[in-house]
Each structure stands twice: as structure tokens, then as C-alpha cells.
């Protein structure tokens, strides 16, 4: 295999669009989700119409274990990643106190641990060569607190916040990390998440023109892509800083209501 990139995430949404974006430009995979059935059937599509070489590894990656293992099954392949994109997350709606603990801490495992380790694991190896990519998804609600996606919300804080450190950590080598921002994107994440109710997914991004912005922002080494905005959100975004945060929190949760 040559030119990996390890995707998490990818047997659905941006992430299976990142695999396709990937195996487009000849580039061999490693395909990281629980789905093993759904992993299959892309790893058959992508091999027949592309003609490169996919690993499938099913993990459930909230487990604190998993990402060693991913790692270690990687490594016994001898396969050297190049692109690492750590693209698995989800979201749950509802008020903190009200929702089951377990999910909200499965959620931390896998938005923030998970996407922690496996950076730190592949790391090491870019670093000893010199050379390597990294994209982490994190998204727009990194950018102010979530009433009704309390942890969600800080979770992609962390993932945005994190990522530009260390890519400043790296800026005298040339590896690059770039921290790609979504906004609400017609993927499965709406329906599992509860927020396809909301007025924040009457309009979605389309998940490959989001995928293609993550990507080729990573290619040219950017620390941030925003993708997936309307004018009005973009508007939003823009007042952000600048609004009370009372107001802004206000704000948010109407708009995470479900009507």
C-alpha cells in the first residue's frame, strides 16, 4: 500500500466521502469503524472502481483500548500511514443533567480520547520521517459554549483547540495539522444526534463538498477550514465575539430546541 491515510469514521458521512475523495487520487486506506458490514462494502466498491488497496478494521473506538489496538493492528500490517484523519464523533441533544451519563461519556471517549490517541500513537512515526498529514473534524460549535450539547460542544472545543496547538508544535517540520469546522452536514450525525429537529438542520452542507474542503485544506497544510456555512450563519459566526455571552447563549439554545 502506498499514500495511506487512515480514516476513522468512514463507513458513513463526510468520512466515507473522504475514503472516495482518497482512493480518487490512487491512495490506499485503512478504514476505521464499528460497522465491519458497512466497511466491507466500501472497501469492495473503492477496490473494484479504483484499483488500490483498502484495510478494514472494525472498532468501536469509544473503547479505552481501541486505539492502541488500531494502531498495533496497523503497524503488524507494516503499512506507514501518511494521512491520519481522525474524522469519528457524535452529538446528543438534550440538557445535561437529563441525559444517560454513559452515552455523554462514550461521547468524550471518542471525540476527544480517541482522536487524542491515535494522534499521539502515529505522531511519533511522522516525525521520524519527517513527513505526514494530519486532519482532525472537529466543527463550527468549537467556537462557543452549546446549551442542550453541553459536551458535544466542548468536545469539539477541545479537538480545535488541540489541534492548532500542537500544529504550532510542528511548525519547523513539515508535517501540518489541519482542524477541519463543519457546519450542520446532511449525514447520519443529524438523526442520531436528535438535532435533524432543529432549526440548525433545516438547511445542510452537502457531506462531499464539506469532505473536498476538509481535504484539500489539509493538502495545502491550512490550520483551519470552515465549511458548510449559509450566508446567515456565516453572519452569526462573525458576531460571535463580539455578542454579550448571555445573548449568545441564548441564542444557541433556541436554536437546539426542538420544535
Known amino acids: 500500500m502506498k499514500n495511506v491515510a487512515l480514516i476513522t469514521g468512514a463507513s458513513s458521512g463526510i468520512g466515507k466521502e473522504l475514503a472516495h475523495i482518497h482512493a480518487e487520487k490512487g491512495g490506499g486506506l485503512v ?10 462494502q ?4 473503492l477496490e473494484n472502481k479504483y484499483s488500490i488497496k483498502v484495510l ?6 469509544s473503547l479505552p483500548e481501541a486505539a492502541k489496538e488500531v494502531y498495533s493492528q496497523v503497524k503488524s500490517e507494516g503499512i506507514d500511514i501518511e494521512y491520519l484523519i481522525n474524522n469519528a464523533g457524535f452529538g446528543g441533544l438534550g440538557k ?8 455523554d461519556l462514550s461521547m468524550i471517549n471518542l471525540n476527544i480520547t480517541a482522536l487524542t490517541a491515535l494522534t499521539r500513537f502515529f505522531l511519533p512515526d511522522f516525525v521520524a520521517r519527517n513527513s505526514g498529514r494530519i486532519l ?20 469539539k472545543a477541545y479537538v480545535t483547540f488541540f489541534s492548532n496547538a500542537i500544529a504550532e508544535e510542528l511548525h519547523d517540520t513539515n508535517i501540518t495539522v489541519t482542524t477541519l469546522m463543519p457546519g450542520a452536514t446532511e449525514t447520519e450525525f443529524g438523526a442520531i444526534s436528535g438535532m435533524d429537529k ?10 462531499r463538498k464539506v469532505a473536498e474542503d476538509g481535504y484539500n485544506g489539509m493538502l495545502k497544510g491550512k490550520l483551519d477550514v ?5 450566508f ?9 465575539p463580539f455578542m454579550p455571552k448571555k445573548l449568545m447563549l441564548k441564542t444557541v439554545r433556541q436554536m437546539q430546541e426542538v420544535k
Not at 478494514?56 to 473506538?61: C, H, R, S
Not at 482532525?136 to 468536545?155: C, D, I, K
Open 56 to 61: 478494514v478494521i472494525a472498532k468501536d473506538l
Open 226 to 230: 470552515i465549511s458548510g456555512l449559509t
Open 31 to 40: 478504514i476505521v469503524a464499528r460497522s465491519k458490514d458497512k466497511l466491507e
Open 136 to 155: 482532525n473534524v472537529s466543527s463550527t460549535a468549537s467556537f462557543m459554549p452549546g446549551p442542550l450539547q453541553a459536551v458535544y460542544y466542548a468536545s
Open 232 to 240: 446567515s450563519q456565516k453572519i452569526m459566526m462573525a458576531m460571535i
Open 96 to 103: 445535561f443533567h437529563e441525559r444517560e451519563w454513559e452515552s
Open 42 to 45: 466500501l472497501k469492495s466498491e
Open 198 to 207: 432543529t432549526v440548525m438542520f433545516n438547511k445542510t452542507a452537502n457531506a
